[in-house]
């Protein structure tokens, strides 16, 4: 689901907040309706957070499933704006943090305390989850989340464009930059990374065969792959070849749909919209592999819904994920696949996803088997936004690749030296 997708979740959010749990301030009213359940609730009040989705009818679909909740009343905040891990990272350290809350398996949660451990709650159910959905969201033999949604992401190409200018769908980078420059013309720009670029950073690395960080949970992305990788980006960036400050971000498949560039990056989410727009004049394709031993890329975003290890209602609030996102799978089905395309966590539902068996949308989820990285929980917000840095000192500005995943590798050293020692 688009709007405020996080650049390399998965899914969803333009910004990262340069911050973790040890920001202070608090968080002022977020929205405009709490989402008050207002059922036949027990007393029990509860809060759960969630970012702005940008696909029509999701505010209203959430607040749905809290108000059909007998056993507690569940408030809803949707919170607007660029910076929801910002305001949810604020609101943690107050009185009036919330209960439950969506974001993505990070480690530093659990050292900290913040999330509460729901092992018991999904292991009853864990062989019908996507196995990498769980190992993904395992902390020292634990599971610390629940998954909603997977979210693919990968480029769309209008077919025509490229038949037009003689190309084929670009299966390395070397063909990507090719095709950026042939299909720029005065009207439309070859490709679209997004306006700072920094959401292809992990299928970049990941297109070389390298990884955010190895085993022992080591830098692995300082390769010479990556580096020379940076320097093609900026070859597009260089040339006029990229599509920037467009009205909408990548998340957004404005972009593609209103004719401003030939192949865009963007989720699975925006599949219904762009064939809406496109019919079948739109294809996919992952990242392209990009130096020896590379390999095609695709990013699983995605979203997962934690509980708040210091709620006062810890139990009430364990029952309440437990409810929605473990027994009811036609609200599991619903939030999937009825607004924008997403691939179920649940094997069995997303087996028996219909909209997802034919078509476009049955090859995104081909990609997404044989391309997909999942999240790695030992990957921090400050790591995400030391990369963010690579692309902007690299990419926009030119800098040394060299130089800048030098810096990257400071921010990330240290941030992996208070993780584990």
């Known amino acids: 689901m688009s709007a405020m997708r996080n650049t390399n979740w998965d899914r969803r959010t333009v910004l990262r907040a340069a911050m973790g749990l040890a920001a202070a301030g608090g968080l002022a009213a977020c929205g405009s309706n709490n989402g008050r359940g207002g059922g036949s609730g027990s007393g029990t009040s509860l809060t759960q957070y969630f970012h702005a989705y940008g696909e029509a009818g999701t505010e209203q679909a959430v607040k749905r499933y809290a108000k059909a909740y007998d056993k507690a009343d569940v408030s809803t905040q949707w919170i607007t704006g660029s910076n929801f891990e910002s305001k949810l990272f604020s609101a943690l350290l107050t009185d009036n943090a919330p209960d439950v809350f969506e974001f993505h398996p990070q480690i530093q949660l659990v050292k900290s305390g913040q999330v509460a451990d729901l092992t018991d709650i999904i292991e009853p159910v864990k062989d019908d989850f996507n196995q990498a959905d769980i190992a993904s969201h395992t902390i020292d033999g634990k599971i610390w989340g629940v998954r909603m949604i997977d979210d693919p992401q990968f480029f769309y190409y209008r077919k025509s464009m490229l038949e037009d200018a003689g190309i084929e769908p670009p299966t390395t980078l070397d063909e990507l930059v090719e095709a950026a420059a042939k299909l720029t013309t005065s009207k439309v720009k070859g490709v679209f990374l997004g306006n700072s670029v920094t959401p292809v950073m992990n299928p970049l690395i990941w297109s070389t065969g390298a990884d955010t960080l190895d085993d022992k949970n080591q830098i692995a992305y300082h390769t010479d792959a990556v580096a020379d990788g940076l320097g093609k980006l900026r070859t597009m960036f260089k040339g006029g070849h990229l599509l920037l400050d467009a009205p909408a971000d990548w998340w957004d498949p404005s972009a593609i749909t209103q004719g401003l560039v030939a192949i865009q990056w963007c989720g699975m989410w925006a599949m219904p919209v762009i064939e809406k727009a496109l019919g079948d004049d739109v294809g996919i394709i992952p990242f392209p592999a990009s130096g020896p031993g590379g390999k095609q890329a695709v990013t699983n975003g995605g979203w997962s819904m934690f509980v708040n290890a210091k709620s006062k209602h810890l139990d009430e609030a364990k029952e309440y994920v437990k409810w929605l996102w473990i027994d009811q799978k036609e609200y599991q089905e619903d939030w999937a696949l009825s607004y924008g ?81």
């Open 341 to 421: 395309f997403h691939i179920p966590p649940r094997t069995s539902l997303a087996e028996s996803a219909d909209k997802l068996k034919t078509g476009l949308a049955a090859e995104g989820v081909k990609l997404f088997n044989e391309f997909g990285h999942f999240d790695n929980p030992a990957w921090t917000q400050a790591m995400i936004v030391a990369l963010e840095g690579v692309v902007a000192d690299a990419v926009r500005k030119g800098g040394s690749a060299e130089a800048a995943l030098d810096k990257a590798d400071r921010t990330v050293n240290r941030e992996l030296k208070k993780l584990f020692g």
